[in-house]
Nanobody, 128 residues
């Protein structure tokens, strides 16, 4: 069955870095766009970053709040998508979820409703 398993979350001080990983199985990873979303307590789940499947990840999109600090990438040989998070801030504290969508090859979707599969999430806590 389809599985998306996130890892790499944890507690980090402000200014620090973490790298999240999401291992996919049960579908053809190389032809799915991938995304990262996050949800803080009492808030809606919000878009963080996305990467297309065309060209092995030729298109990326980022939320304005993370541009220049976060980088999304994918390794189709390992069925894994990554989120490198640098210069972390306390407001980045949230559960982080990866998701997969079957859209066009160059689409890096920012829309939660366009994603077909979701992982269970990994917690990131940034202390001040």
């Amino acid at each position: 069955q389809v599985q998306l398993v996130e890892s790499g979350g944890g507690l980090v001080q402000a200014g620090g870095s973490l790298r999240l990983s999401c291992l996919a199985s049960g579908f053809t990873f190389s032809i799915y766009g991938m995304g990262w979303f996050r949800q803080a307590p009492g808030k809606e789940r919000e878009f963080v970053a996305a990467i297309s499947w065309g060209g092995g990840g030729g298109t990326t999109n980022y939320a304005d709040s993370v541009k220049g600090r976060f980088t999304i990438s994918r390794d189709n040989a390992k069925n894994t998508v990554y989120l490198q998070m640098n210069s972390l801030k306390p407001e980045d504290t949230a559960g982080y979820y990866c998701a997969a969508n079957r859209r066009g090859p160059w689409v890096a979707s920012v829309l939660r409703g366009e994603y077909d599969y979701w992982g269970q999430g990994t917690q990131v806590t940034v202390s001040s």
